[in-house]
């Protein structure tokens, strides 16, 4: 079966002092952050608790409606999936962010690479 929708497209993401890169691409729509901390960033402006997971609820919902996969990556490393394809697991749920994937290894990666660690 065809995909439902195909996007192609290039923006970049400025939320307070912490930006994202968003391409699009075929069926899937890849959000490179330039650390954990952006990202964190970015995440603490949502609303909180159960209110934070039901927008992650809603904006996956809509992904896998449309057959579409959003990937997150901090540089080089996976940290995260919605969408098609996503599978939340026990950090996802302990973290409150189900279902959001979190891809435990890219993290780790990530704060072992120059600048993925938060600066203090």
Do not use: F
């Amino acid at each position: 079966m065809p995909n439902a929708l195909d996007v192609v497209g290039q923006l970049m993401l400025e939320m307070g002092d912490a930006s994202a890169r968003v391409e699009a691409r075929g069926d899937t729509i890849v959000v490179e952050l330039p650390s954990l901390r952006a990202g964190y960033s970015i995440l603490r402006r949502w609303p909180g608790g159960r209110g934070r997971r039901d927008a992650i609820r809603r904006i996956h919902e809509g992904l896998v409606g449309a057959g579409l996969g959003l990937r997150i990556r901090v540089g080089p490393e996976a940290v995260g999936r919605l969408g098609v394809g996503a599978h939340a697991g026990l950090a996802s749920r302990l973290l409150g962010v189900d279902p959001l994937e979190i891809q435990v290894a890219g993290l780790l990666a990530s704060r072992r690479r120059p600048g993925g660690h938060s600066e203090r």
